[in-house]
């Protein structure tokens, strides 16, 4: 029992010894960290403001030499008059003469790429501009000027609202132009609205609004007829050009307003013929084998019987040989001498068939749904009744591929 009593006592105390031991080594370890840092402390109050800075500036110094060289920084102009610390190799100052050069040395990334478009300090105005209007530049061979208008309905109120803006690029006779715009809405050709007259102007801007009375079931039935005026020195009035729109193809609402531009277009002067004249254009795709006719419209026609019941349509019909192929036929446009249609058909024909192919235009009137009487014919193509204008049509249509070619033709 002696000898365990020893042990246990000798055990013990060596335990204590250690953990003397310990504790002594930490508070030593503790002592020395409170000794160094109260000499940094002091070391850094008795730093004068000068050596401060420059060890501000080293440090910065420092970090730009370690900026990733694919990210450039450049200076804009406006800011060249300002201290600046020195530039590394990847930054440069901007010049004047070039506002979107980019650094060209460097390994290309990403972000370089986009360093000529998104400079700092400087605006890419082709991030700003809008979508060019080529109806403002783009004007063909030819042209004798171009007009702007939108066009609104109200559908309560059955008012059509028009807005003339604007005519461009005018041709005068004279050097001078003083133009103005008269505004109909066909059939009534007698009643129209006049825009107010600009002085010496080629291009004039008018800005006017103007209302047509007239009921939702025949507006798809009216057409839109602007014609463009100038006056002289002597008062006397010179048509400059006329501009023809149908509203059938139009979807008109009160919160949807059309803005449209058309080329003005020469009136035929001459006096209709006796039966009347018709005006459609041709147009042959050889790639596809199609033949494209647009009828336009018709005038001075000889109606059998005035009404508004009567309705007058054109009938195309395509041949070969003496052989009805297909024929299509326009809407009925009711009460009018001088009808409006600017609707499209399309033939499949084969360019070796062209030789014995005509087309048949023929424009009858119906009356009620009752009968259907002939007003008159016209046919072009190399054969059956063609005559000189109608075989000089298709063949300009044949020598002119993909384009329309538009010509009136006299009825009989």
Not at 9 to 21: Q, S, Y
Not at 287 to 296: K, P, Q
């Amino acid at each position: 029992e002696q000898a365990v009593a020893v042990a246990g006592a000798v055990i013990g105390g060596i335990l204590l010894f250690v953990l003397i031991g310990m504790i002594a080594y930490l508070l030593w370890k503790k002592f020395c960290c409170l000794l160094s840092y109260e000499k940094l402390t002091s070391s850094v109050e008795t730093t004068n403001a000068n050596a401060f800075f420059q060890d501000q500036t080293n440090s910065e110094m420092q970090l730009k030499s370690t900026r990733s060289r694919s990210v450039p920084f450049i200076i804009p102009p406006t800011l060249h008059g300002r201290d600046w610390i020195n530039l590394t190799s990847e930054e440069k100052v901007q010049e004047d003469s070039d506002p979107y050069m980019t650094p060209q040395s460097g390994p290309r990334s990403s972000f370089h790429s986009l360093a000529g478009a998104y400079i700092v300090g400087t605006i890419n105005p082709e991030l700003y501009k809008f979508p060019e209007d080529k109806s403002e530049t783009d004007f063909p061979d030819g042209n004798i000027g171009r007009l702007w208008f939108s066009i609104e309905y109200e559908q309560e109120s059955e008012r059509l609202l028009v807005s003339l803006i604007k005519v461009r690029k005018l041709q005068p006779p004279a050097d001078s132009c003083s133009p103005f715009v008269k505004i109909y809405l066909l059939p009534d050709e007698r009643s129209y609205l006049q825009s107010k007259t600009k002085r010496k102007t080629l291009n004039p801007q008018f800005d006017e609004n103007f209302v047509f009375q007239v009921s939702s079931k025949m507006l798809l039935q009216r057409t839109l007829k602007f014609l463009v005026y100038h006056v002289d020195k002597q008062k006397k009035h010179h048509l400059l050009g006329q501009v023809i729109f149908p509203l059938k193809n139009e979807v008109l609402t009160d919160d949807n307003k059309l803005v449209i531009w058309r080329d003005l277009e020469k009136e035929n002067l001459e006096p209709p013929s006796e039966y009347g004249d018709i005006q459609f254009s041709l147009s042959y795709n050889d790639y596809l084998g199609r033949l494209t006719v647009v009828v336009l419209r018709a005038r001075g026609l000889k109606l059998q019987e005035e009404s508004h019941a009567a309705g007058v349509y054109v009938k195309v019909s395509l041949m070969n040989h003496n052989k009805f192929v297909k024929s299509k036929k326009t809407a009925a446009v009711l009460g009018t001498p001088n009808p409006v249609y600017n609707e499209t058909f399309s033939f499949k024909a084969d360019q070796t068939e062209l030789d014995t192919a005509s087309l048949s235009l023929s424009v009858l009137q119906s009356i009620k749904g009752e009968k259907t009487l002939l007003l008159g014919r016209v046919v072009v193509g190399p054969f059956m009744y063609t005559r000189g204008k109608e075989l000089e049509h298709w063949n300009e249509m044949i020598s002119k591929p993909k384009e329309l070619v538009k010509r009136w033709h006299a009825l009989c």
